[in-house]
């Protein structure tokens, strides 16, 4: 069986709750034993755990997305802090994220809003230490400033969500006990560094994931991602590494239970 270590089970795309819930079960059809929503920001932070809750396959993250730090306050750090106390309680609650860093979008770009994003990454990183969680990063235009505040603020282990650094930077992850995700961008021939880094990278370290409904892979793009493509998207990593699809499907299952070890209480 498979894991989709990140996909946004609860975004609109999938036409509301019984169409999330659909796509699981489809996704369990297809192969797919275990799907990890992360939250975004403090509004959907019950969300994800209840849709967590309805299914057979599927469990959550708690974290405020950079790209909802703009209106975010320190009041919701206090709330997330609160519902991941709480959460531990629940076996369904495996990671804190999706956190990290975004120098990607211009607004983001901003130094007041470079500063307000860091804070937030920092003090999520020290909520994940505190509870000795890993975390679900996310990172653009950011890998080496994200590497240097997990580096002084370290959490149990964790993902780089979507990964597209060079060899170095993945080593810097793979150091501090990190794997490193990957998804529909490596079934794309033109993506040539992130099917390199794919294909050479230890399998040791490498966990599969979706980012649905986003980052589509070539066969639905520009449609909607889903969880059920992990298969197909792991068959893509077999063939670049030259490999048997059953040795990538039981290497990166198991990679994804070390990593996220509440998945398996």
């Not at 793979?174 to 880094?197: C, E, M, P, S, Y």
């Not at 040791?204 to 639905?220: C, K």
Request: proline letters at 6%; hydrophobic letters at 45%; glycine letters at 8%.
């Amino acid at each position: 069986m498979w894991i989709d270590t990140h996909c946004h089970l609860d975004a609109h795309e999938f036409g509301g709750d019984d169409g999330s819930l659909e796509q699981a079960r489809k996704a369990r059809e297809q192969g797919v034993s275990m799907i990890v929503i992360p939250a975004i920001d403090r509004g959907n932070l019950d969300i994800v755990a209840g849709l967590a809750a309805r299914t057979d396959n599927a469990c959550y993250a708690l974290g405020i997305h950079p790209i909802c730090v703009p209106s975010a306050t320190e009041d919701d750090l206090a709330a997330l802090r609160a519902k991941v106390e709480t959460a531990m309680a629940d076996p369904r609650f495996v990671a804190i994220g999706e956190v990290g860093l975004d120098f990607f979008i211009p607004m983001l770009t901003e130094p007041a809003m470079r500063e307000k994003q860091i804070h937030f990454f920092r003090e999520q990183l020290r909520i994940a230490r505190e509870f000795k969680l890993p975390i679900l990063t996310h990172v653009r235009k950011s890998q080496d400033q994200v590497l240097k505040h997990v580096r002084q603020i370290t959490p149990n282990g964790g993902i780089a969500h979507a990964f597209n650094g060079s060899f170095q930077q993945a080593q810097g992850y793979i150091d501090v006990g990190f794997k490193l995700g990957f998804g529909g961008n490596l079934t794309f021939t033109r993506a040539l560094q992130i099917r390199r880094l794919a294909a050479e990278l230890p399998l040791s370290s490498i966990v599969m994931e979706t980012d649905a409904p986003d980052i589509a892979p070539a066969w639905v793009h520009p449609g909607v991602n889903t969880p059920g493509q992990v298969p197909r998207i792991g068959a893509v990593l077999a063939e670049l590494r030259g490999v048997g699809v059953e040795e990538v499907r039981d290497a990166t299952t198991a990679n994804a239970r070390a990593i996220l070890p509440r998945m398996g209480i």
